[in-house]
């Protein structure tokens, strides 16, 4: 299996600020993803980062309010812009890791609480 | 869009007893996975599909892959305490590659 690590675990944030989470893959890929998962809910894909190219951003997603960096094979950042309580959520990263098949693993979350 | 269907939302069953869990899909998938997830974590990988028709075990897990690609199962056999969490199932076949979720079965044992 493949270590994923995301910091920070938790924060509580003040409304109207921004916070990066950063994601830390222990080798390389190509393809990195970020999801939102809202209190009780399932997965929601937020955008998928490539090296070298812009994000892409599924339907109701924007770069203002989520930009992400790549800049590398291993890091990616995800920034929550002017953060409102919806934003309340845990915010997940994976890697897709190509072997004997695409195998997708994620992180351990971030889970941000908006106040 | 795709959307998996997945049931039973949530599974409450004594421990030692057998577990089954699916998932269906109008669509097809290229590879499908199952995954836990505990509380304040994030999903763990069980088991990875990717052949129409693929059976595999992990231990006291296993799935299988539909041979139409739009469905799969999970078994957990004699249930343990440690079992309880959400499993998800998950499909692989976006432009992207990336993942499309189920909505989870929440999964308690009783002692």
């Known amino acids: 299996s493949a270590v994923i690590s995301q910091k920070p675990s938790r924060d509580i944030c003040q409304r109207g600020t921004s916070l990066t989470i950063q994601c830390q893959v222990d080798s390389q890929v190509t393809m990195m993803f970020w999801y939102r998962q809202q209190p009780g809910q399932s997965l929601t894909l937020i955008a998928t980062a490539n090296q070298g190219s812009e994000a892409t951003y599924e339907s109701g997603f924007v770069i203002d309010k989520f930009p992400i960096s790549r800049p590398n094979l291993t890091f990616s950042t995800l920034t929550v812009s002017n953060m409102s309580p919806e934003d309340s959520s845990i915010y997940l990263c994976?890697?897709?890791?190509?072997?004997?098949?695409?195998?997708?693993?994620f992180g351990e979350g971030s889970w941000l609480t908006v106040v | 869009g795709q959307q998996l269907n997945q049931s039973p939302q949530s599974m409450f069953i004594q421990e030692g007893e057998d577990v089954s869990m699916n998932c269906t899909s109008s669509?097809?998938?290229?590879?499908w996975l199952w995954y836990k997830q505990d509380p304040g974590e994030g999903p763990v990988l069980l088991i990875a599909l990717y052949k129409a028709g693929e059976l595999t075990s992990n231990g006291r897990l296993t799935a299988q892959f539909g041979i139409t690609r739009k469905d799969s199962f999970l078994n957990i056999s004699a249930s343990i305490p440690s079992d309880v969490g959400i499993y998800f199932c998950a499909g692989q076949g976006g432009s992207q590659g990336n993942l499309i979720f189920g909505k989870g079965t929440k999964l308690s044992v009783k002692p």
């Open positions: 669509s097809i998938f290229n590879t």
């Open positions: 994976s890697a897709e890791f190509r072997g004997r098949g695409n195998t997708i693993y």
